[in-house]
């Protein structure tokens, strides 16, 4: 080395020119060995990840038509700044004091309180509606084997058969209760069927009168 | 022990049957000089480990591309000081401090290093060099210490054999005045 810079500088040049440093024992032994392991690892991790990449096909030929495109997004959206949509004034400030006054509401408290009828009275009360049900139900389909209805629906069997059981003078009721115009045309078709003693006390503008209030 | 030739090297490494052998070649010569290159930079022993081991893969990774054209050596010494500008910068930015005050950071690892077997002259010598500027304490080092040519540092650095000789000069100066005018 050239040590004309010595000159000037007594005290650097005087100093020992030796590294201060050390390093742990034995590390340039290991050394060697950590930098084959690491690149064992290297050349695995390179052989599975770097070549096995691959883009859809034509990726790159429609790449900048994307680009292109999410620039002219950007613009657009630059140019569209802010929201076109108001609220009332004050609005935000008066939502919070109600969601806060919501909020600060008591909850509705619901007792809970014990039912003073025994447990196993209400297991008891079950088993006996069980019971009636299912007796009901196998009297009816006994009743309807032993009286076979021409029509074939089953559905229709059934309630012909619980209408069978209902008293004319509950027909009737019902039938004053609940009858609008709309029912007229089908009691008309079915008049023939039923015999209809009327008083003969009653004027016939009465029943005229009659007909016509209840027919709407 | 005879030193294998950089082109025996070069010349094994671009056969795949013979790579890793030269690249243990490789290894078992310049290891210890770039470690130490680096050493010098970070200070710190730990730091240096991981730089100096990141420097050997991109060697391995890169020296199948590696041309004549510079040598071996300048070219490892260039890999190896922009790992450690990078690792600097790094630092600088991850503790958010100024570039200089990485010096004070670096005077403190000095200090508690468990590996740092100078004498008191040593450590203000040491000392002394954090203080300069990053190029200056580039130069100084790979002249002083690794007794490399201002032609190869040219090399390494990418500056101007003129620059260089004035960087040295004035790092120099500079470290004689902080040996002189401190405790």
């Known amino acids: ?216 | 022990m005879k030193q294998v030739e950089d082109s025996e090297i070069l010349e094994k490494f671009s056969s795949e049957r013979t790579r890793n052998e030269a690249f243990n070649l490789l290894l078992g010569k310049y290891q210890q000089k770039i470690y130490w290159h680096i050493r010098r930079l970070v200070i710190n022993h730990d730091d240096s480990d991981d730089i100096v081991q990141d420097v050997f893969i991109k060697v391995w990774k890169n020296l199948a591309n590696f041309r004549s054209d510079s040598q071996l050596y300048t070219w490892l010494y260039r890999i190896a000081t922009n790992e450690c500008i990078t690792f600097l910068n790094d630092k600088k930015r991850h503790n958010n401090i100024p570039l200089d005050d990485v010096a004070y950071d670096l005077a403190d690892s000095l200090v508690d290093s468990p590996y740092f077997d100078g004498d008191h002259i040593q450590m203000k010598l040491q000392q002394a060099l954090l203080t300069l500027p990053e190029k200056q304490r580039l130069v100084f080092n790979m002249k002083y210490f690794d007794d490399l040519k201002y032609e190869e540092i040219s090399e390494v650095l990418g500056t101007s054999v003129g620059a260089l000789k004035a960087s040295f000069h004035l790092a120099v100066k500079k470290i004689e005045h902080f040996l002189t005018s401190t405790d």
């Open chain 1, 1 to 216: 080395m050239n040590n004309d810079w010595e000159k000037g500088v007594p005290t650097l040049a005087g100093l020992e020119r030796k590294s201060p440093f050390s390093v742990p024992e034995g590390y340039f032994d290991n050394l060697q060995e950590q930098l084959n392991s690491r690149i064992s690892v290297e050349n695995v991790y390179s052989d599975r990840f770097d070549s096995k990449f691959t883009v859809p096909e034509a990726y790159f030929t429609e790449l900048s038509a994307q680009i292109e495109g999410r620039i002219i997004a950007d613009k657009l959206k630059e140019s569209f700044v802010g929201n076109s949509f108001t609220v009332p004034e004050g609005y935000f400030a008066a939502l919070q004091i109600r969601i806060n006054e919501k909020v600060a509401e008591p909850a509705k408290v619901f007792s809970m309180r014990k039912s003073s009828v025994p447990a196993w009275l209400n297991y008891a009360a079950a088993a006996c509606i069980t019971i009636a049900l299912s007796a009901g139900l196998i009297f009816n389909i006994q009743q309807s084997k032993t009286t076979p209805d021409p029509a074939k629906n089953t559905s229709t069997k059934v309630s012909t058969s619980a209408i069978s059981n209902v008293s004319d003078e509950t027909i009737l009721d019902y039938l004053r209760l609940h009858t609008t115009r709309a029912d007229m045309p089908a009691i008309i078709e079915n008049i023939g069927s039923v015999s209809y003693t009327v008083d003969e006390n009653i004027q016939s503008e009465d029943l005229q009168s009659y007909l016509d209030e209840r027919a709407l």
